[in-house]
């Protein structure tokens, strides 16, 4: 049985937050540790149950993705070691592998958030208006239907317990200067471009994804939080893709489908999971960490 963590406690630095997913600790002044938790949060409300080694497959795959999107735009991870950090054996026991150290960084308040195909959010609109966020799509896609070309959608980013409204671009120039906002439009189609390409030829369709950025004291831009894991991303087996039906997942979307059938009314408490949703839901997890890295 992996280790679970549900939830840190660590002694030697101060914690600064714990978000859905993640628990959040100062290092001096100018960086963070980063520990991703097995916390799962669907519809935007944590579930009281951890889904076994799910940290240390999301923090894998992003570090992941952060080594292969270095040449694109610049990202969070510091030079300090885990160890420098935390000298204390016995509390990096608690977070080996599921811990990173950061630069502080000021973090823009717009989720980058791009699409591929027609899906979600994006399905519903299209049917409702025949645009996504706006953006104006062929007449006739069906449901998972590849887009032309890749679109950009961005989203506020709410606080815990609150929801994502997805705002257009125009919006987007507002709160982050016309500059910036262009900027992280460009890279974020660019890295979603590259990467589902490089998942494509591992068996994996990323269907869609969010990035989030934050910059730096000079003013430039950096990738931050999490990149193209199963949690900021939906994952298909290229091998049981079909327009028309919406294909399984590599990702949490096993357990909203779960909570779809469940009467619920998606506020605060999340019900208890089966034993059987979480264990298939953390194979899931781990077998796109297995097919993206092979590790």
């Known amino acids: 049985m992996l280790d679970v963590l549900y939830e840190t406690n660590l002694k030697s630095l101060p914690l ?3 978000g859905k997913v993640r628990d959040i600790y100062a290092v001096g002044d100018e960086h ?3 520990v991703t938790t097995d916390r799962l949060s669907a519809f935007d409300v944590v579930l009281p149950d951890p889904i076994p080694g799910k940290g240390a497959v999301l923090t894998e795959v992003s570090n ?4 292969r999107t270095r040449a694109l735009v610049a990202n969070h991870l510091a030079d300090l070691t885990l160890e420098q950090v935390l000298p204390d054996a016995a509390e990096r026991a608690q977070v080996e592998g599921r811990a990173i150290v950061v630069r502080k960084l000021k973090a823009l308040p717009v989720e980058a958030i791009v699409r591929g195909y027609l899906i979600g959010s994006g399905w519903k609109d299209y049917q409702a ?9 062929t007449e006739g896609l069906f449901l998972a239907d590849k887009l032309p070309q890749a679109i950009y959608t961005p989203s506020t980013k709410a606080e815990v317990g609150g929801h994502d409204e997805n705002i257009d671009f125009a919006q987007t120039e507002r709160l982050l200067g016309k500059e910036i906002a262009a900027r992280v439009r460009d890279v974020s189609l660019q890295i979603y471009t590259e990467a589902a390409q490089y998942a494509l030829g591992k ?3 990323i269907a869609d994804t969010k990035f989030e ?13 999490e990149v193209l894991t199963p949690d900021s991303s939906r994952f298909w087996p290229e091998d049981e893709y079909r327009v028309g039906i919406s294909p399984p997942s590599f990702d949490k ?3 909203r489908d779960y909570l779809e059938t469940l009467d619920w009314d998606k506020t605060p408490p999340g019900p208890v999971l089966p034993d059987e949703i979480i264990q298939r839901t953390a194979d ?6 297995q097919r993206l890295t092979g590790r």
Do not use: H, M, P
């Open 129 to 137: 208006s025949g645009a996504v966020c706006g953006i104006r799509l």
């Open 253 to 255: 979307q096993f357990v």
């Open 64 to 67: 992941f993705w952060f080594e």
């Open 203 to 205: 068996g994996i369709i």
């Open 16 to 18: 600064v937050a714990r």
């Open 284 to 289: 899931k997890y781990r077998e796109a960490l």
């Open 213 to 225: 950025f934050g910059l730096d004291n000079n003013g430039e831009l950096v990738l931050i939080d």
């Open 32 to 34: 963070l540790l980063i």
